[in-house]
């Protein structure tokens, strides 16, 4: 509900400060007063364009709030959250708008895009006279009005929810197939890569192998040289360690017969002895076992030269290489991977677009059915709206695509994220004329009137809580003007209504009246809203039958529509 609004320095308002209620709101006034100024303050609140002209004469900035009280706010709340605006319990909107052209806005005190301060205002009031901020109009709001009127919205939702599922899928699918598509790209360098690894036979620890067994058969002649040796001077020798430590070992036996004591030192000896016989027969066997092989060599150097040359290539150690090349082999087993990950969630799609396919052709069905109903329901009250010959089809065609993803009725189509369906609702006012889309609609009044039978006929459906109908008595007059005012009447039971009029049929409906009247101080004009008791309501609705001085027969039959209408 808007609870309150607060313009300074706009058009021929100084400043001003209404307070709004429930129900039926009338806005009555002197011809040139200032009302639709309050049309246009709420415009600019509501993000409409913004022109320094706007600004009042002699000041340097114009400021529009609005105050609001929200129910079933969910949707609006995900909005302002996404934004970083604190929700808070009511939502106030402002703009200011300055001489340079430029404008800011503010959702409950945060600065906020044009943009965002639009949307909300989308969300919250649906305000009908100047084409502008015409939800109604806009095609692409009808197809979730015929839903709310059919009572499809849980299936939409339902549709929507797996429509989520399908895309995230569709999303793994394209990135699965984009990786596939790069592995199907690099599978023939990669498969040469491993077949040359392979063809090498790699192994952990080969290249320090070589290295040393190199170093051997390249040092062989001094090796055998100096092992000879050692087992000469050990062993093979008349002076050799064996020898001397042999005579040592003969000389303490024979003292040691006569010093017990040196038994001990025998048993070292002795020791001794054996360790230099057997480093003999060490050496000895070293010598025999070591190659002087010249073809070895040449192998093992062609081979150390092989891996030096393919660490090279890859730029890689030896053990990086081994890794590399195992990598290599699990990413070529991964491709049979991707084509049956690809081919399972081709299953998974199929399956969805199906379920898709499936709801959206029962939706597509019960919105043709509701069609006619709505187009029924909308044409009788253009009816006595003073509309007599209206026509209000609603045009439903699917979105075909020989692309689509889903098939309806044998016809492939687009998923819309309310299933396969255009909605657009026609309208023809005129014998032989033809429906057209309700944008292309010319008269302000007729279309007030229109939105007005179209918004009555989804009165319980509707999520719009706040209805601003300007310019809706245009054209009409008499038996008209009091039906009008009777169907916002109505309305005003669901929702909160403001509108501007000149009839007093439509004025005498009124649960709350403002009027707008001017007033001249210090030279300067300046536009007041005052609101109106029981007793003032009665006289201003006399004045719109009568003129500004009415008379007492005029009052009383102000007093009796007045009446009548509270009944």
Excluded: W
Excluded at 86 to 105: A, K, T, V
Excluded at 516 to 544: F, G, N, P
Aim: charged share 25%.
């Amino acid at each position: 509900m808007l609870q309150h609004l607060y313009i300074r320095n706009f058009a021929l308002i100084e400043e001003l400060s209404v307070s709004f209620d429930k129900g039926l709101t009338i806005v009555t006034g002197q011809t040139g007063a200032g009302k639709s100024v309050l049309i246009g303050a709420l415009n600019q609140v509501l993000g409409a364009r913004a022109s320094t002209d706007m600004i009042r004469s002699g000041t340097e900035k114009a400021v529009i709030e609005a105050t609001l009280s929200v129910r079933n706010r969910t949707e609006l709340d995900t909005l302002l959250e996404e934004t970083g605006i604190e929700p808070g319990p009511e939502i106030i909107l402002r703009r200011e708008i300055n001489l340079r052209g430029s404008s800011r806005c503010f959702i409950n005190d945060t600065p906020c895009p044009l943009q965002i301060l639009r949307q909300t205002g989308d969300r919250l009031i649906d305000l009908h006279g100047q084409h502008e901020h015409q939800l109604l109009l806009r095609q692409e709001t009808h197809i979730s009005m015929l839903d709310a009127f059919a009572g499809l919205t849980p299936e939409v939702e339902h549709y929507r929810a797996l429509l989520e599922k399908f895309r995230d899928q569709k999303k793994k699918m394209i990135q699965l197939r984009q990786e596939a598509g790069e592995m199907q790209k690099q599978k023939d360098m990669l498969q040469y890569q491993l077949n040359e690894l392979d063809s090498l036979g790699l192994r952990h620890g080969e290249d320090e192998e070589l290295e040393e067994e190199i170093n051997i058969l390249e040092n062989a002649e001094t090796l055998f040289e100096s092992c000879s040796s050692l087992k000469a001077l050990l062993y093979d020798n008349e002076t050799s360690a064996f020898v001397q430590l042999s005579e040592a070992l003969h000389t303490l036996q024979n003292i040691a017969t006569i010093d017990k004591t040196l038994e001990t030192s025998m048993e070292d000896l002795q020791g001794a002895t054996s360790i230099v016989e057997e480093l003999s027969r060490t050496f000895r066997n070293y010598t025999q076992q070591l190659e002087f092989n010249p073809s070895r060599l040449d192998d093992l150097r062609q081979r150390q030269h092989q891996l030096q040359k393919i660490t090279k290539k890859y730029a890689r150690p030896l053990p990086d290489l081994i890794l590399y090349r195992d990598a290599i082999t699990a990413r070529l087993d991964d491709q049979a991977s991707y084509d049956e990950n690809i081919s399972l969630l081709e299953g998974k799609l199929e399956a969805l677009a199906g379920k898709l396919s499936g709801i959206a052709e029962k939706l597509h069905d019960k919105r043709k059915t509701a069609s006619l109903e709505l187009s029924r329901t909308i044409t009788g009250e253009l009816s006595k709206l003073g509309i007599p010959y209206s026509v209000l089809p609603v045009n439903i065609s699917l979105a075909e695509s020989p692309d689509g993803e889903l098939t309806v009725h044998a016809t492939k189509c687009r998923a819309l994220c309310d299933g396969a369906d255009i909605v657009e609702f026609m309208i023809s006012t005129n014998p032989g004329e033809a429906p057209r889309p309700l944008q292309k609609t010319a008269s302000g009044g007729e279309i007030s009137r229109i939105m007005l039978a179209i918004k009555t006929a989804l009165a319980s459906s509707t999520s719009l809580p706040i209805l601003i109908f300007d310019e809706i008595d245009t054209g009409i007059s008499g038996t008209v003007a009091e039906a009008v005012g009777k169907s916002l009447k109505a309305l005003a039971g669901l929702h909160q209504i403001i509108a501007i009029t000149h009839l007093p049929q439509i004025a005498a409906m009124a649960d709350n009246h403002l009027f707008v009247e001017k007033k001249v101080s210090s030279s300067r004009t300046r536009s007041m809203v005052r609101s109106l008791d029981r007793k003032e309501h009665v006289h201003a609705v006399a004045q719109l039958i009568g003129g500004n001085q009415p008379s007492d027969a005029t009052m009383k039959v102000a007093a009796q529509m007045v009446d009548s209408a509270g009944t």
